[in-house]
């Protein structure tokens, strides 16, 4: 009886050792943006959220701040043409028949027209800051998201960091470089997340708040110039020139 050949088992051993290797699952070294917002966890889906938000206000902002929604050149043109006829009742149809910026301001004005034009000065103004403040509201979303973002980046690094610590505290110190990866991946991905959505919801923020601010003051001097019939009609004429006495001559 024969045993073994002692080449062949040399032979085998390594081959055997090359199946199981082979067999063995290969970790995934490509980077993918799905595994990286997975790997975000809760906090991560909540940053998404925001950034998908911030998307849509911009949308909506860049939409609605333009000087052809808000201040038509065509209403200002036909409500000054209607005061100019004296003709208050077209004024007044053509601005609600436009619902807009310069139409709120117009309708404010010209409802304190019997008042007098100080009057109509001020019902301007406080339309004008009441119209701000309504534009002003949902481009103040983008500022919460904009401070709201990397507090929860911060928060995600927070629970990647107790779940690293945690993992040293089970294993006695123990703990080898890829036990405490995920935890830390998990860390720096939120961070990097709620960077990437604070800064172009704020930068945004900045742009729409300075556009608003820009048409507001447009519409004021639109509004004036709109209702400057008014003004003269409400103008107290001037006295005629007394003639002079004859011994003046």
Not at 90 to 117: I, T, Y
Not at 186 to 198: D, K, P, Q
Not at 227 to 232: C, D, G, W
Not at 235 to 245: C, E, F, I, Q
């Given at each position: 009886m024969t045993g073994p050949n002692?080449?062949?088992?040399?032979?085998?051993a390594p081959a055997g050792r090359g199946d199981a290797e082979a067999a063995a699952p290969q970790p995934d070294s490509k980077l993918s943006l799905w595994g990286i917002l997975k790997a975000g966890g809760t906090v991560g889906f909540v940053i998404i959220l925001l950034s998908l938000a911030t998307v849509a206000l911009a949308i909506e902002q860049a939409l609605t701040l333009r000087k052809s929604v808000l201040l038509p050149e065509s209403?200002?043109?036909?409500?000054?043409?209607?005061?100019?006829?004296?003709?208050?009742?077209?004024?007044?149809?053509?601005?609600?028949?436009?619902?807009?910026?310069?139409?709120?301001?117009?309708?404010?004005?010209?409802?304190?027209?019997?008042?007098?034009w100080s009057e109509v000065e001020k019902a301007v103004e406080d339309a004008l800051a009441e119209q701000s403040a309504r534009l002003l509201r949902k481009v103040e979303y983008l500022s919460v998201i904009g401070n709201l973002a990397p507090m929860l980046g911060l928060l995600g690094t927070v629970v990647g960091m107790i779940l690293a610590f945690r993992t040293v505290a089970e294993t006695q110190g123990a703990a080898r470089a890829a036990d405490l990866a995920e935890a830390i991946y998990l860390a720096l991905?939120?961070?990097?997340?709620?960077?990437?959505?604070?800064?172009?919801?704020?930068?945004?923020?900045?742009y729409f708040r300075n556009r608003t601010d820009e048409l507001t003051a447009e519409a004021a001097s639109v509004a004036q110039r709109t209702?400057?019939?008014?003004?003269?009609?409400?103008?107290?004429?001037?006295p005629p020139a007394a003639p002079l006495p004859e011994g003046g001559r």
């Amino acid at each position: 009886m024969t045993g073994p050949n002692p080449v062949e088992s040399a032979v085998a051993a390594p081959a055997g050792r090359g199946d199981a290797e082979a067999a063995a699952p290969q970790p995934d070294s490509k980077l993918s943006l799905w595994g990286i917002l997975k790997a975000g966890g809760t906090v991560g889906f909540v940053i998404i959220l925001l950034s998908l938000a911030t998307v849509a206000l911009a949308i909506e902002q860049a939409l609605t701040l333009r000087k052809s929604v808000l201040l038509p050149e065509s209403l200002a043109a036909q409500v000054r043409s209607a005061l100019a006829a004296r003709d208050g009742k077209q004024a007044v149809e053509l601005c609600r028949q436009q619902p807009c910026l310069l139409s709120h301001v117009l309708l404010a004005g010209m409802a304190e027209l019997e008042a007098g034009w100080s009057e109509v000065e001020k019902a301007v103004e406080d339309a004008l800051a009441e119209q701000s403040a309504r534009l002003l509201r949902k481009v103040e979303y983008l500022s919460v998201i904009g401070n709201l973002a990397p507090m929860l980046g911060l928060l995600g690094t927070v629970v990647g960091m107790i779940l690293a610590f945690r993992t040293v505290a089970e294993t006695q110190g123990a703990a080898r470089a890829a036990d405490l990866a995920e935890a830390i991946y998990l860390a720096l991905v939120t961070t990097v997340e709620g960077l990437i959505v604070a800064i172009p919801a704020l930068a945004l923020y900045a742009y729409f708040r300075n556009r608003t601010d820009e048409l507001t003051a447009e519409a004021a001097s639109v509004a004036q110039r709109t209702l400057l019939p008014l003004k003269r009609r409400r103008s107290p004429a001037k006295p005629p020139a007394a003639p002079l006495p004859e011994g003046g001559r």
